[in-house]
């Protein structure tokens, strides 16, 4: 900023100069005050932002690094150790300077002095080399030199800190407490704001809005206690009343965040220049203290989420270079100190309710793929099974946790081309495993026909199939009991969808064509007698979302796939229509998920049951908000009207007012009315084509 | 009921116009020929044949004896009704985009486009009597539009003669006092051009209709905005009907877009808004271009639009539609 003021300062005076050309520049000026001049201005007022530029006895020190706890040699090794540390700190940026202080005998002190070209390199060695481990012996620790200063001029008596004040923690199950369970859901607008809406009846309203909050993105936690907002310096969580701020969490770029099950931990990944100290970073937080935990290099796969947590938040993992990695929390040590190693292994994940994890190993020349249960802590193997011809799989949990779904790409022909397999006669196998069953029995559903897309039933024990390839596409429902194989129940045929979306309770689903080339149907199944009740479209829609209550149904159409008509639908779960709301730059929408109720087993079922009891109750309550609207909406409608009348009948009044002059301008015709020119009626047989008959002649 | 569609022109249709009686329907195309059918039937009565270029603009006087058309060939033209004979040309400099029938039909007025380094410029010339003089006669007011305000793309001329209202390309609205030949009042509601408006039948509100997604219903007398009817669709027309208190929205993705996207993107339906409330309630279909204009039937009992298709189509209202009320 100082800089540019003496820009405009030379600015403004060169053109001073143009205006005195008649000057001459030969001979030199008077520049002395004239006497008895009085100068009465500081120096810090003619020239402040000269004075900022001014250097500083500090100028030179800023780039100053100390190092202590540098081993201690003697003369003879100080050659050795002087190339050792170089070669550590020029890392960092270029060292223009050092110093290495010795005693009377040529030892070495322990700390020495290093000065870099500029003190960001300065400032880059302290925070990436401070507590560097150069042996088991020597650790450094790296202070700039400046700091000495700053912490010499500690005053020796000692104030005791003023203890903070209680900030009371809002309230972060408040949005649980909505007396009408209404759901709340998020919307992000691209270039402008963030909405929160809450789905009220018989109009969703806006409870909070937000400019400039979001790189486009948000995310919810999985309780739904915490929103996240994605910014260039890291995430903020919002949560409680109001939705206040609870933490930030601070990493530059971040670009993926994951929550663990139970909201105790987030893990958030930026990637960054190569070069930069801080590039591919992945750092798992404690989402209450808003600390690190530790901090992770990206190596291997880097599919997000890169770490898969059990479901308790004790255990999370990840796999890299055909090694498993199971790190235990609250330590965030590697398990047993052992990474679970198998050539060749390619993807677990855990069971949503047991610590359990489930991976395959990919096979290999003699050796047949597999799919393994590993107990954690003990490592215990509960289950293998060993698989032919396998060239990808796929595990999918049901969300009770009682079956898993293994869905195996099978090929008959391979082919090694340049280090790749070529596989051809691919078919698909589901094997599925009785979790809850002794000895875990698998019993497996073949498929010939390509697999689009496979998912379970949240709630209960049936899942959807689509298969087939286009125009072919089917869609099978298949129900696994207990002991027993899968049994087909209804297999839907040619249908237009590429998407499978359950609803959170189970039994219903929603069959899309999502994307460009999905077309938009929407048909909405209810699986319990397989009635299609309601089928649609929404054209381009690329998402689609459950509420967490399974009432209601969101389709929408986001702006990273398509730019017109961009906005979200929202539909009852039967597949009504109730609103349709085109926004420009949507982006996306987020419904809150909800924790679990907190209502035990036999509660809900007592519920169920009773249900009839409370129906009236909720009825009532409908149709009294039902009618509130309609009545509002009639009376905005009579204010408008009554007001347009009023302007109206002036108008016409003034109209009315100005008749002469017009009939003057048609020479006296009245033509006000349509058939105000009764002398002008001309009759006119007009003719109407009304039908065409061919009759063929002989 | 099923709609008469009437099929004479080889091109997008441009503008289509019902006389004051509402028996014919005029109809102009970026083909050659401005076309004359009966609203009635649908049968075609005859072609204006002469232009040489796309017809962007017509209009018919109040007793239904001249049409006056106005052309890509840079030229105005009188035509007989009777006959569909040319009475009259005047030559312009640059295309012709809109011309109008003074209320008496003893005027004329035109607006050229800018182009070729010749100024947008507003032309009202005297038709008491027409012969093929007129090309050399002056014209009675000759306004040329800075060239720091946009083009004129369209025009409306009050029934006392006393102003008239221009709609210009950037969505302003211009105000011009017709006997000083000057402008009074400009307003800017819109923010894209405005491509088309017409009067409700008392001549006291007009309806713009932009390419800004958007129609608005303004009161000619301080040109205050009144009402909004919002669409997701660039609009080409609007019309006000003359016996309710609605109006119909025509239009649809530019034709230039079109052809990258499939006919559902394109949105090509005739929208019907509550003219006070502003909400919709109605839409008909069929065209499979945009549409370019409507106009209400002068007894408000049927519409007609004419598409980017080259098809005119004439729907006569069924009985729910008369019916159909607004509970307030």
């Known amino acids: 900023m100082a800089k540019k003021k003496v820009e405009d300062k030379n600015h403004q005076s060169g053109d001073n100069s143009k205006n005195e050309k008649e000057v001459n520049y030969d001979e030199e000026p008077n520049f002395s005050d004239p006497e008895g001049y009085l100068d009465n201005i500081t120096d810090e007022e003619l020239l402040a932002d000269l004075l900022k530029q001014r250097p500083k006895e500090t100028d030179g020190v800023e780039s100053v690094i100390v190092v202590d706890g540098v081993p201690q040699i003697g003369p003879e090794r100080l050659e050795k150790l002087k190339s050792v540390i170089n070669k550590t700190f020029a890392k960092m940026g270029n060292i223009v300077n050092e110093y290495y202080p010795v005693n009377e005998q040529g030892h070495t002190k322990g700390y020495i002095f290093l000065e870099y070209a500029t003190p960001a390199h300065a400032a880059d060695a302290v925070k990436g080399m401070n507590n560097y481990k150069l042996d088991k012996q020597h650790t450094f620790q790296v202070n700039l030199f400046t700091d000495f200063a700053k912490y010499e001029e500690i005053p020796d008596e000692w104030v005791p800190p003023e203890p903070r004040p209680y900030q009371g923690q809002s309230d972060l199950y408040q949005f649980l407490l909505e007396p009408d369970a209404y759901d709340m859901f998020g919307v992000v607008v691209q270039d402008k704001d963030v909405q929160i809406w809450q789905n009220t009846q018989p109009e969703p309203s806006m409870i909070e809005k937000r400019e400039n909050c979001t790189q486009c993105l948000i995310k919810w936690s999985p309780l739904g206690t915490f929103l996240a907002t994605f910014h260039h310096q890291g995430i903020a969580l919002w949560a409680g009343a109001g939705l206040t701020q609870y933490k930030k969490f601070l990493h530059v770029n971040v670009q993926f965040i994951d929550f663990s099950p139970c909201e105790k931990y987030l893990v958030t990944y930026a990637s960054l220049p190569i070069d930069h100290p801080d590039s591919n970073k992945i750092i798992i937080w404690d989402i209450r203290t808003g600390l690190e935990k530790r901090s992770f290099n990206t190596e291997g796969s880097t599919i997000w989420p890169i770490f898969k947590w059990s479901h308790d938040d004790r255990y999370f993992g990840r796999i890299v270079n055909d090694v498993l990695s199971v790190y235990e929390t609250p330590s965030f040590g590697l398990l047993d100190k052992k990474s679970i190693k198998n050539p060749g292994i390619r993807d677990f994940s855990w069971s949503p309710t047991d610590n359990v994890l489930a991976y395959w190993v990919a096979e290999d020349d003699n050796v047949p793929a597999s799919v393994t249960l590993l107990e954690i802590p003990n490592r215990n193997e509960i289950r293998k099974k060993n698989l032919f011809n396998v060239a990808d799989c796929k595990i999918h949990w049901q969300k009770a946790g009682d079956y898993l779904c293994v869905k195996v790409d099978r090929y008959t022909k391979v082919k090694k081309e340049r280090n790749e397999n070529k596989y051809s006669g691919m078919y698909c196998n589901f094997e599925i495993f009785h979790m809850r069953e002794k000895e875990i029995p698998v019993d497996s559903v073949e498929s010939k026909e390509p697999i689009q897309a496979f998912a379970w039933e949240p709630v209960g024990n049936k899942f959807a199939v689509i298969h087939g390839e286009s125009p072919n596409i089917n869609v099978s429902f298949y129900e696994v009991r207990v002991g027993q194989a899968p049994v087909l129940l209804k297999k839907f045929e040619k249908r237009a969808c590429n998407h499978l979306f359950w609803s959170p309770r189970g039994q219903f689903v929603v069959l899309a064509g999502v994307g460009a080339t999905g077309g938009g149907s929407l048909e909405f199944v209810d699986t319990h007698d397989f009635l299609v009740m309601n089928a649609n479209d929404h054209f381009q829609l690329s998402e689609v979302e459950w509420d967490p209550t399974g009432r209601y149904v969101v389709t929408a159409v986001s702006q990273w796939k398509t730019k017109v008509d961009t906005g979200y639908w929202m539909w009852s779960f039967q597949g009504r229509i109730l609103k349709r709301v085109n926004v420009d730059k949507f982006a996306m929408l987020l419904w809150r998920p909800r924790p679990q109720s907190l209502l035990g087993e036999e509660k809900q079922k007592e519920t169920k049951k009773n249900l009839k009891r409370y129906y009236p109750q909720f009825e009532g309550k409908d149709r009294m908000r039902q009618s509130k609207a309609s009545k509002e909406l009639i009376e905005k409608r009579a204010n408008l009207m009554k007001k347009w009348k009023d302007f109206r009948d002036e108008q016409i009044e003034k109209y009315n007012k100005l008749k002469g002059k017009r009939l003057l301008l048609r020479n006296d015709i009245d033509t006000d009315d349509i058939d105000g020119d009764t002398n002008n009626v001309e009759e006119e047989v007009v003719e109407f084509f009304i039908k065409e008959e061919i009759t063929v002649l002989e | ?328």
């Open chain 2, 1 to 328: 009921m099923k709609p008469l569609m009437l099929h004479g022109h080889e091109r997008a249709i441009t503008q289509i116009k019902y006389n004051r009686e509402g028996d014919l329907l005029f109809s102009s195309s970026k083909d050659n020929k401005p076309n004359v059918w009966y609203s009635l039937n649908g049968e075609r009565l005859g072609t204006f044949n002469g232009h040489q270029g796309a017809v962007w603009c017509i209009d018919v006087d109040w007793t239904t004896s001249r049409l006056i058309s106005g052309g890509g060939d840079n030229s105005f033209r009188i035509w007989d009704c009777e006959t569909g004979k040319e009475i009259g040309n005047i030559e312009a400099k640059s295309s012709v985009r809109t011309c109008l029938f003074s209320y008496s039909g003893n005027m004329a007025m035109y607006t050229t486009d800018r182009a070729m380094r010749n100024n947008c410029e507003i032309f009202v010339i005297d038709v008491r009597t027409v012969d093929s003089s007129i090309s050399q006669a002056q014209p009675i007011l000759r306004i040329p539009i800075e060239s720091s305000d946009t083009r004129v793309s369209s025009v409306l001329w009050d029934n006392l003669e006393d102003t008239f209202i221009t709609g210009h390309e950037d969505g302003a609205i211009f105000q011009w006092d017709f006997k000083a030949g000057k402008m009074v009042k400009s307003i800017k509601e819109h923010s894209l051009l405005i491509n088309d408006m017409q009067w409700n039948k008392d001549g006291t509100l007009f309806i713009t209709a932009s390419k800004d997604n958007t129609a608005k219903l303004f009161d000619a007398s301080d040109l205050s905005l009144l009402k909004t009817y919002k669409t997701e669709r660039p609009v080409n027309s609007a019309a006000i009907s003359p016996i309710f208190d609605h109006v119909v929205l025509g239009g649809g993705q530019d034709a230039m877009d079109v052809t990258t996207t499939s006919t559902r993107v394109g949105k090509f339906d005739s929208r019907f808004f509550h003219m006070v409330f502003e909400e919709e309630f109605g839409r008909v279909k069929g065209h499979f271009g945009p549409i370019n204009s409507v106009a209400f039937h002068p007894d408000g009992k049927s519409y007609s639009s004419g598409g980017e298709d080259g098809y005119v189509r004439v729907h006569n209202f069924d009985p729910p539609y008369f019916e159909y009320n607004f509970d307030y």
